[in-house]
């Protein structure tokens, strides 16, 4: 059972490099969600996409965007890293209107 | 706008002591609760979760939890705590007509021997 499977795990960055987080889920699920952890902040949320082809804001969308080009995949990019984004990152996915939340295993990225 | 308040980012218990995690939370409709579980240097599991049918909810690992309207409270019980369960608890609630969910801040659980 592969479920929701996040690549890369780690990731080092320059401050203004860029990178995608791949998100990959085998459950059919509609919903798909990327959340950033922070010590002490709990999960927030950056983008969400309710199904393939559409995408809408977080709580944090600034300096991230995401695209649904299957139904399958949620990819996260960060365009011109900055310090302000080293973060533990999970994507995470949900069947319509159930609400239980499937996650993955996080991806570390540490922006230099 | 919902939100979702953890009382107290660390508890610590004996092993063998009740577990006690609180969660409040405010919503203008009836909300889905859901409380999850996070070992280190995992991803997020589902404990329980709270969908308008029961308000007395049982999850995985011995867990409860109950849902009180009146005081807009979802607390996460367990009568015995384990060193198993040493982790971090999150409590979330979703909207039943939105589609995304907002998460407390969390909570640390220290078991001691």
Redesign the interface.
Known sequence: NAG?TQTPKFRVLKTGQSMTLLCAQDMNHE?M?W?RQDP??????IH?S?GEGTT?K?EVPDGYNVSRLKKQNFLLGLESAAPSQTSVY?C?SSRQ??????????SRLTVL | AQSVTQLGSHVSVSEGALVLLRCNYSSSVPPYLFWYVQYPNQGLQLLLKYTSAATLVKGINGFEAEFKKSETSFHLTKPSAHMSDAAEYFCAVKETNAGKSTFGDGTTLTVKP
Do not use: I, Q, S
Not at chain 1, 97 to 106: I, M, R
């Open positions: 929701v919903y969600y959340y002490g902040m709990g999960l927030r949320l969400y309710v809408a977080g999970f995470a209107n159930t609400g239980e939340l499937f996650f993955g295993e996080g």
